[in-house]
């Protein structure tokens, strides 16, 4: 919820580090109240000369629309090693999610769409997430090696 709020604030709002991790720590904890922010029902509020309100209900919606897609699009996403190499793919295909995922952030979904039928918008959304996400922690893949035949 703090990532996709600081990401949708208006243009004219810029909040410092302080005011930041005020806010975080207002939505990760029960706290009615953190520095300048307080929480009312609905709302956020940032004090100061002219109070900043933020209704809630909408972004709280949003985000968990995004969190069903991310899991539905998990769901339908499988990696075997059989299969580009165990590169994750939507069941059924060999399309690759990041590939697609990649492909979202310079081309509009209807053209994906139309590239690849067996993909509904939902998946290439999906994509973009998990392209996002960047790669997983962990050791990195070994480069192949090349040797020339006389050796």
Known sequence: ????????????????RTLRRELFELLATDKERSGRWRREAHRLVL??????VLPTEEFVKRVDERIRTFLRGRNRAVSRPDV???????????????????????????????????????????ARMYVALGRPP????????????DE
């Open 84 to 126: 580009l190499s165990g590169e994750p793919v939507f069941v059924g295909t060999r399309i690759s999610v990041r590939f697609v995922g990649e492909r979202a952030k310079r081309k509009p979904v209807e053209a994906l769409l139309e590239d690849y039928p067996a993909l509904s918008a939902e998946d290439v959304e999906f």
């Open 47 to 52: 004090e100061g000369d002219v109070p900043v």
């Open 138 to 149: 962990g050791r990195p893949r070994k480069m192949p090696r090349f040797v020339r035949g």
């Open 1 to 16: 919820m703090y990532f996709f709020l600081v990401n949708e604030l208006p243009s004219g709002l810029e909040l410092d």
